[in-house]
């Protein structure tokens, strides 16, 4: 079934409010099963809670000081995801139906960006289709509909369902405005590694290390380095929109030192892929000769701040 709505959005992402043309599709249902839902950050795999988490305290780094500064210490697990997020969901059901796992390649020229079905697997999430990365026998790779909300900027609850070749499994998922992960170059999500991040003064990007400065080919002369890091759980349409319904403003931390504002090239993240953000910065002379450091990326929203990674399990990169 095929219809037309205007002045609506139902998460799949229509923030002019325009009249979009949808598509509804059922699909077969053979059976009902419980289920048991995990899920985590699509850059590093952070465990996902519904429910706050704590912060632990800071642990003392070994340091010949006689006051080491402690090391910040990533939770156990975060609040929530955020609207166009890439999210890895875990699951356990009480069939074992077979799925031939299947990767998917997304395209921003197109609508969806990434298949709404994939091996025999439709997911929704309130109603929206979910994109769908990757299906296998226990893990679904998605992509969550750009166009919920985290009702006035609180975690919000949504309910899920999965279609796994007729098998029909529920759940529900928490949202949340901002939820930053930094990728790897890691094929597998996962804690520490190396940050994503590439040098693109020049049109031929270079991977690190980084110099602060870098010899621009176009002009022959030295420039402050600019950097591209990639990271998901920053959707720009949301977060940083002309008129903003709530206060927003991001922060990168490399080591002890804050990337300014006037350093921030992007005004707000660019979609790069389905889930996939970018932000570009300029180095700043001040982390000549920092070595090997972490990257974390905040987004405070009125007042609560929503961070990548912190120091402990956060992605490295090394500057010369």
């Not at 299947?102 to 969806?112: D, E, H, K, N, P």
């Not at 439709?122 to 750009?146: D, H, I, Y």
């Not at 003064?201 to 980084?210: A, D, H, Q, Y």
């Given at each position: 079934?095929?219809?037309?709505?205007?002045?609506?959005?139902?998460?799949?992402?229509?923030?002019?409010?325009?009249?979009?043309?949808?598509?509804?599709?059922?699909?077969?249902?053979?059976?009902?099963?419980?289920?048991?839902?995990?899920?985590?950050?699509?850059?590093?795999?952070?465990?996902?809670?519904?429910?706050?988490?704590?912060?632990?305290?800071?642990?003392?780094?070994?340091?010949?000081?006689?006051?080491?500064?402690?090391?910040?210490?990533t939770p156990s697990a975060v609040q929530g995801v955020s609207p166009g997020m890439l999210v890895i969901l875990d699951f356990t059901t009480g069939v074992n139906n077979q799925v031939v796992a299947r990767t998917a390649v997304g395209s921003l020229?197109?609508?969806?960006?990434?298949?709404?079905?994939?091996?025999?697997?439709?997911?929704?999430?309130?109603?929206?289709?979910?994109?769908?990365?990757?299906?296998?026998?226990?893990?679904?790779?998605?992509?969550?509909?750009?166009?919920?909300?985290?009702?006035?900027?609180?975690?919000?609850?949504?309910?899920?369902?999965?279609?796994?070749?007729?098998?029909?499994?529920?759940?529900?998922?928490?949202?949340?405005?901002?939820?930053?992960?930094?990728?790897?170059?890691?094929?597998?999500?996962?804690?520490?590694?190396?940050?994503?991040?590439?040098?693109?003064?020049?049109?031929?990007?270079?991977?690190?290390?980084?110099?602060?400065?870098?010899?621009?080919?176009?002009?022959?002369?030295?420039?402050?380095?600019?950097?591209?890091?990639?990271?998901?759980?920053?959707?720009?349409?949301?977060?940083?929109?002309?008129?903003?319904?709530?206060?927003?403003?991001?922060?990168?931390?490399?080591?002890?030192?804050?990337?300014?504002?006037?350093?921030?090239?992007?005004?707000?993240?660019?979609?790069?892929?389905?889930?996939?953000?970018?932000?570009?910065?300029?180095?700043?002379?001040?982390?000549?000769?920092?070595?090997?450091?972490?990257?974390?990326?905040?987004?405070?929203?009125?007042?609560?701040?929503?961070?990548?990674?912190?120091?402990?399990?956060?992605?490295?990169?090394?500057?010369?």
């Amino acid at each position: 079934m095929t219809f037309n709505l205007a002045l609506t959005e139902i998460g799949t992402g229509n923030s002019d409010l325009a009249s979009e043309a949808f598509y509804f599709l059922l699909p077969t249902t053979l059976s009902q099963s419980p289920a048991s839902f995990n899920f985590a950050t699509g850059a590093s795999r952070i465990p996902v809670s519904a429910s706050p988490v704590p912060t632990p305290n800071p642990t003392p780094t070994p340091s010949p000081l006689p006051s080491p500064s402690p090391t910040p210490v990533t939770p156990s697990a975060v609040q929530g995801v955020s609207p166009g997020m890439l999210v890895i969901l875990d699951f356990t059901t009480g069939v074992n139906n077979q799925v031939v796992a299947r990767t998917a390649v997304g395209s921003l020229q197109r609508r969806f960006t990434l298949p709404i079905e994939l091996s025999g697997v439709t997911m929704t999430v309130n109603g929206a289709a979910a994109g769908l990365k990757f299906v296998s026998q226990r893990e679904v790779v998605f992509v969550v509909p750009p166009g919920l909300t985290a009702v006035n900027s609180n975690p919000t609850v949504y309910p899920v369902v999965v279609n796994n070749n007729g098998i029909v499994f529920r759940g529900s998922i928490t949202i949340v405005p901002a939820r930053p992960d930094i990728f790897t170059f890691s094929p597998v999500p996962a804690p520490n590694g190396r940050a994503r991040i590439l040098n693109i003064t020049n049109t031929v990007f270079r991977t690190e290390p980084f110099n602060v400065t870098t010899l621009r080919i176009r002009g022959g002369r030295r420039v402050p380095t600019v950097l591209r890091v990639f990271l998901t759980g920053v959707n720009e349409s949301l977060l940083f929109s002309p008129a903003p319904s709530f206060n927003a403003q991001i922060t990168i931390r490399i080591g002890n030192s804050e990337i300014s504002s006037s350093q921030l090239l992007t005004t707000r993240p660019v979609l790069r892929e389905p889930g996939i953000y970018s932000i570009d910065f300029t180095l700043p002379p001040e982390l000549l000769g920092a070595g090997d450091v972490p990257i974390i990326i905040s987004v405070t929203i009125n007042g609560v701040i929503y961070q990548s990674r912190l120091d402990d399990t956060a992605p490295r990169f090394r500057i010369l």
